[in-house]
């Protein structure tokens, strides 16, 4: 049988795991929730600027979609120090990594270029 100490001891040490967990948790949340925010800006101001929408993705997703067009669909996912875009013209398939200090122009650019819109000058 576990005496009445060792019960406690264990019970006190526990409870300090679980508030040591929660102190390393509640800064990464922080941190993921201002990358999805900064994420989600991006996103529409380069949908804005093709001349789509951006949706509002899922609580804590980390993807955002934007609607260019009925033939054109971005997905945007942060991952560490890059932004991974994938795209779909026409039923056509592309991808592709880009710094989030880009500028959201420099962005477009990037976008066209790899769909192969053609890029007005």
Same mark, same amino acid.
């Given at each position: 049988m576990i005496n009445s100490n060792e019960q406690e001891d264990r019970k006190a040490a526990r409870k300090k795991q679980e508030e040591h967990a929660r102190a390393v948790? &509640?800064?990464r949340k922080h941190d993921r929730e201002e990358e999805l925010r900064k994420l989600h800006l991006l996103a529409t101001e380069v949908g !804005? !600027?093709? /001349? /789509?929408?951006a949706r509002s993705a899922a609580a804590d997703n980390a993807w955002m979609i934007v609607d260019l067009s009925a033939n054109h669909e971005l997905s945007f996912y942060r991952e560490g120090d890059q932004i991974n875009i994938a795209g779909r013209v026409n039923g056509v398939s592309y991808a592709l990594n880009v710094s989030p200090r880009l500028a959201p &122009?420099?962005?477009v650019k990037a976008i066209k270029k790899k769909s192969g819109i053609q890029v007005d000058s």
């Open positions: 948790s &509640a800064p !804005l !600027l093709m /001349g /789509g929408k &122009a420099d962005i």
